[in-house]
């Protein structure tokens, strides 16, 4: 029986009968309805892909009984059946939210061929609906903070991802979010409501990550005095993260490709295959293809994995970041000290813009915990600020040509700006001593909004 539901309503019992025969005929669940209160009861306790409804009924006619069906399912597909058919009730069918309009008597081939098209119609309706929400929330994934434009076209990425089951391969330095990222990916997803299985492949020693992954069964290894099930088995049903997959050693490479291949795998010690549904999300901060050229990492798990990679910028590029992501790990510190610290004094957020963050945004909010457990003013002073080997000195910080030392510059002192005004432009350009409008050109120039800084004052 198909999964797809079908709601018939029409106050004559014959063609009821008759087209219950023909739908289950075609494998389609049906719910036959002899008027719009006994169909609006159904609605109200199932799901219908499609509705056919006569328009000519006692109690209500076809079209009045869409309308409210529609306020209840919003995007079902309805076709209008009818004896009665004139271009007018055609058009005014259509307008109310009819998908078709069909006059009887019809030929059954022609309803199902309707109907197909209509049920095809609803469920692209829905996704683009789904898909439109993610997008809209794109930027509010949970602890994701990001108004640069880096970051907006990676969120961008990650909404038009998420509703697929393609793998995704995760790449950028240690500390720019990778998990966060994957989360992020899952939540938005078709599988959000199955298990979310993180596991880092570097950190735990070669000798057991066999079992971790695959599990084993009761005596396949001294110690082994149960079963256990692996993160694989774990996962199934949604997503596992294997996060610094470049570190898995030749001979698990061999296994996992296996995995990724059959879409089946064997605990360790066990001879029962077990059947896998997950979707994977790799990360690493390596470049994969160097490693296969360094005979480090396979090339065919590489093609495996490597289906759609998603480049997490370092902090130091996204750098119109960092007073929203330390405003925001300021809070999150108050909240969690008890402290009750107002913001950063302007020198101290000068020194955060400036400084390159070799451990980008985990670094960040290290500094951020540091200074928030430190502090002993109302705002956070630059005193406060233990920064490490990242901070730009003439003697460590590459030379750069003097147009592009001078664009930094610029820049840096736009975001300065803007983050003491809260995005006020006025106030912005006023302090800058520019014209407004010249003000707004340089931050068009640079790719700044004045919206991201008000949202960092607003927090």
């Known amino acids: 029986m198909s999964s797809e539901r079908i709601l018939v309503v029409d106050d004559d019992r014959g063609l009821l009968t008759l087209m219950k025969a023909r739908l289950e005929a075609a494998r389609y669940e049906v719910v036959l309805a002899s008027g719009g209160e006994e169909a609006l009861g159904f609605a109200g306790d199932n799901i219908f892909s499609a509705a056919v409804l006569d328009f000519k009924m006692g109690e209500m006619n076809g079209i009045e ?163 256990k099930k692996g993160l694989l088995q774990l996962a199934n049903g949604g997503t596992l993260f294997m996060d610094e997959i470049a570190e898995l050693s030749p001979q698990l490479q061999v296994k996992l490709l296996r995995v990724f291949q059959n879409r089946e795998f064997y605990a360790v010690g066990g001879v029962q295959p077990v059947n896998l549904d997950i979707r994977l999300v790799a990360a690493t901060n390596r470049d994969l293809w160097k490693a296969i050229h360094e005979g480090k990492f396979r090339e065919d798990l590489y093609y495996r994995i490597h289906v759609i990679p998603i480049f997490l910028p370092p902090l130091r590029e996204r750098i119109e970041d960092v007073p929203l992501l330390a405003s925001h790990f300021l809070q999150h510190f108050n909240r969690q000290m008890n402290r009750d610290i107002q913001g950063f004094a302007p020198e101290a957020m000068q020194r955060l813009m400036l400084y390159r963050w070799p451990g980008n945004v985990r670094e960040l909010a290290n500094v951020v915990e540091r200074a928030v457990a430190l502090s002993t003013n109302t705002v956070i002073t630059s005193e406060f600020l233990f920064l490490g080997g990242g901070e730009g000195t003439p003697e460590k910080k590459k030379l750069l040509p003097l147009s592009q030392a001078k664009e930094e510059h610029e820049r840096a002192y736009l975001i300065q700006v803007l983050t003491e005004t809260g995005g006020n432009v006025s106030r912005a350009a006023a302090l800058a001593g520019r014209y407004r409008a010249e003000f707004y050109k340089l931050m068009h120039k640079y790719g700044l909004e004045p919206a991201s800084f008000k949202a960092n004052a607003a927090s």
Do not use: W
Not at 174 to 187: C, D, R
């Open 65 to 227: 009984l869409m309308e409210s069906l529609l306020k209840v399912q919003p995007y079902l597909p309805v076709i209008i059946l009818t004896a009665y058919g004139t271009i007018e009730r055609a058009v005014e069918a259509t307008k109310k939210g009819a998908y078709d309009f069909l006059t009887k008597p019809f030929e059954a081939k022609d309803l199902l061929h309707r109907l197909e098209k209509a049920m095809e119609v609803g469920r692209l309706k829905v996704e683009v609906e789904r898909l439109r929400h993610i997008v809209k929330e794109r930027y509010h994934f949970d602890n994701i903070i990001a108004s640069s434009q880096k970051m907006q076209h990676v969120l961008s990425q990650v909404a038009q991802i998420a509703a697929m089951d393609s793998t995704v391969c995760l790449y950028g330095e240690s500390g720019t979010g990778k998990e966060l990222m994957a989360k992020a990916i899952h939540l938005s997803s078709t599988r959000a409501d199955g298990p979310f299985v993180a596991i880092n492949c570097g950190a735990i020693p070669e000798g057991l990550l066999e079992s971790e992954l695959f599990g084993h069964v009761k005596g396949a290894f001294t110690g082994a005095d149960s079963h």
